[in-house]
């Protein structure tokens, strides 16, 4: 064989062991299916909407390789049992908020909202700055669960009631459903919290069952139709100023993932944690004007003598928090620092500005 001949069959066999080599990663790929359940009603805007979007995404994501499928609250199994299905196993991941899970422990309330809490901007510092997300892996972790943020809802409002709120007095014996510590709150005023899944809420609040509930703001609480049962719609909530939702996953699945899957799911949170916010404040504004003018919804703001008896219970649910272990205790100091620090730059930059636009454009 002549010299020029063997460099050509060398080069060639070469050639064809890098291809081998190259494509064997892409080929050893191996398609993962995921059950995905969740807190909320299929196709409810924004909550269910969004987790179903933060499917779609990943499974468009990964050109199907990752197939997510989806179940809403009730398919697979009751809304509340989220957080043990994923846990145990039985399924990959969930949708929800993690103020749901605070009987488990109270520290996963801070990472959807907490009674003078953070606002959108101000969580997500938390999160991806602040030490927020390494405290929320080591208490996940404890239940054998991963969780990103996947969404917010933004400030909330105050609720709708029955009856106007005049003083902290109103709220004495009063049935209203609000999760989280921000029911605790209500709690020490007096009220009887209740935590009912969305589904629920409205049979209860026309039966008479609830005096009054929170839910989101104006876009998902008139397509819940509650000014039915209730005409005084409240504001500002300080139960939910900056709701953020979750995607939790089973942790030992999450560990097993390559980087790049891993990468891919941060990548669809993350992406969904912008576009739900952007969602709600696109909506929200015309779906208020709607209820006022068309509904006859009566819109109040709760007074400083109601707001400073919300502070006051707040403290006493937060100490009492602290007291739960060592870890509940970290998580809230790390909140009130980052609160703090992050809340006294919005002050001067978001705060000061949006005063002085809106004095000067009248609105």
């Not at 299916?33 to 990964?62: C, I, N």
């Not at 939702?245 to 790049?260: H, I, T």
């Not at 941060?266 to 576009?275: C, D, F, H, R």
């Not at 003598?305 to 100490?319: N, Q, S, T």
Request: proline share 4%; charged share 25%.
């Amino acid at each position: 064989m002549k010299r020029r001949d063997v460099l050509k069959t060398g080069v060639a066999a070469a050639l064809g062991t890098a291809g081998a080599t190259l494509a064997a990663p892409a080929i050893a790929k191996k398609r993962v299916e995921v059950t995905m359940v969740s807190t909320w009603p299929r196709d409810f805007p924004g909550l269910g909407t969004g987790a179903q979007r933060f499917a779609k995404r990943l499974t468009d994501m990964s050109d199907g390789r990752i197939n997510v499928n989806y179940f809403a609250g009730g398919e697979r199994v009751k809304p509340f049992d989220s957080f043990d299905e994923v846990s145990s196993g039985n399924a990959q991941m969930y949708h929800g908020a993690e103020y749901y899970w605070k009987g488990k422990h109270p520290g996963f309330a801070y990472f959807t909202a907490v009674p003078f809490g953070m606002t959108y901007a101000e969580i997500n510092a938390w999160v991806h700055h602040g030490g927020g997300q390494e405290l929320w892996d080591e208490l996940s972790a404890g239940y054998g669960l991963k969780a990103l943020p996947c969404g917010n809802t933004g400030v909330q409002m105050g609720g709708w009631f029955r009856k106007e709120m005049n003083s902290p007095d109103d709220f004495k014996g009063l049935k209203m459903r609000i999760p989280g510590l921000g029911g605790d709150v209500l709690a020490k005023l007096g009220a009887s919290p209740v935590s009912l899944p969305g589904s629920q809420i409205y049979e209860n609040l026309v039966s008479g069952a609830l005096d009054a509930t929170e839910w989101v703001g104006p876009w998902n609480d008139a397509f819940m139709k509650f000014y039915e049962a209730a005409k005084y719609y409240y504001y500002p909530g300080m139960h939910e100023p900056g709701a953020m939702l979750a995607v939790g996953m089973n942790k030992k699945w999450w560990d097993g993932l390559s980087k790049a899957d891993q990468a891919m799911i941060k990548a669809a949170a993350e992406t969904e944690n912008s576009i739900m916010m952007s969602e709600y404040n696109a909506n929200n504004g015309a779906a208020l004007k709607k209820l006022v003018n068309e509904q006859g919804v009566k819109l109040r703001k709760f007074n400083d003598d109601i707001y400073d008896a919300f502070g006051e219970a707040a403290e006493e649910v937060f100490a009492d928090v602290q007291k739960h272990s060592k870890l509940a205790k970290k998580i809230h100091q790390s909140f009130v620092q980052s609160r703090n620090e992050v809340g006294a730059w919005l002050k001067i930059s978001d705060e000061a500005y949006l005063a002085q636009r809106n004095r000067v454009l009248g609105v």
